[in-house]
């Protein structure tokens, strides 16, 4: 799909247009008429979710940065076993023997 050209006109809205093989544009007319909207209003709703996912996902993968020091302290957690508690060890203890 070609990149979409935008325009602004006075009013402050945009345009953007795409172009798209018959075929492609049949897909959408039929989404479109499936979920009871006009091809214009399920594409504006489709890219807009779309971006909002992009969104979502690179806010949260920037949110989880850490710091060199951080990230030494997450691989040596990550590396030790958990110490189980005492309510843990008699189902881990009937967990292993019944593996061998």
Do not use: C, W, Y
């Not at 006109?9 to 499936?34: M, V």
């Not at 909207?37 to 996912?53: D, E, K, P, Y």
């Not at 309510?87 to 292993?96: E, F, G, L, N, Y």
Request: hydrophobic share 40%; net charge positive; aromatic share 4%.
């Amino acid at each position: 799909m070609a990149k979409p050209a935008r325009t602004d006109d006075a009013s402050g809205r945009g345009r953007i247009t795409a172009r798209l093989s018959a075929e492609k544009q049949e897909i959408l007319r039929l989404a479109a008429d499936l979920s009871d909207s006009t091809l214009n209003q399920f594409v504006v709703q489709s890219a807009l979710s779309a971006a909002q996912q992009v969104i979502e996902k690179a806010e949260f993968i920037h949110a989880i940065k850490l710091s060199i020091d951080e990230s030494k302290k997450l691989f040596a957690l990550l590396g030790e076993p958990a110490t189980p508690s005492e309510s843990q060890k008699p189902t881990i203890k009937r967990v292993r023997t019944s593996e061998n």
